[in-house]
């Protein structure tokens, strides 16, 4: 039983890469690293760690860090579908995955 929406696959890569580069900046700065597009319409965007401001004490992004950046994603576009599960490559960036739900 496959509890996923329909993503819509009719968004051109570039203008996904141009909407997570906005939502993973500060300033004029993009965390963005790499965008990675899967064949059912769905994308992982890996971004560099400075993305998240830690405090001295912390070594990785609390729980509410990440669920604000979901919001920000779904503030910016209400059409956006975020998966729960995110995590940290091998090389220390992050990722986390999304997708757009079809009309």
């Given at each position: 039983?496959?509890d996923?929406p329909?993503?819509?696959?009719g968004?051109?890569?570039?203008?996904?890469?141009?909407?997570?580069?906005?939502?993973?900046?500060r300033?004029?700065?993009?965390?963005l690293?790499?965008?990675i597009?899967?064949d059912?319409?769905?994308y992982?965007?890996?971004?560099?760690?400075?993305?998240?401001?830690?405090?001295p004490?912390?070594?990785?992004?609390?729980k509410s860090?990440?669920?604000?950046?979901?919001?920000?994603?779904?503030?910016?576009?209400?059409?956006v579908f975020?998966f729960?599960?995110?995590g940290?490559?091998d090389?220390?960036?992050?990722?986390?995955?999304?997708?757009f739900?079809?009309?």
């Amino acid at each position: 039983m496959n509890d996923l929406p329909v993503f819509d696959r009719g968004r051109h890569p570039d203008a996904v890469r141009s909407f997570i580069s906005k939502v993973l900046s500060r300033g004029n700065d993009t965390a963005l690293r790499d965008l990675i597009v899967y064949d059912d319409g769905h994308y992982r965007a890996v971004f560099d760690p400075a993305y998240f401001i830690l405090a001295p004490e912390r070594s990785e992004p609390s729980k509410s860090q990440w669920n604000t950046l979901k919001k920000r994603l779904k503030r910016m576009d209400n059409r956006v579908f975020v998966f729960k599960v995110h995590g940290q490559t091998d090389e220390g960036h992050y990722w986390l995955e999304f997708g757009f739900f079809k009309d």
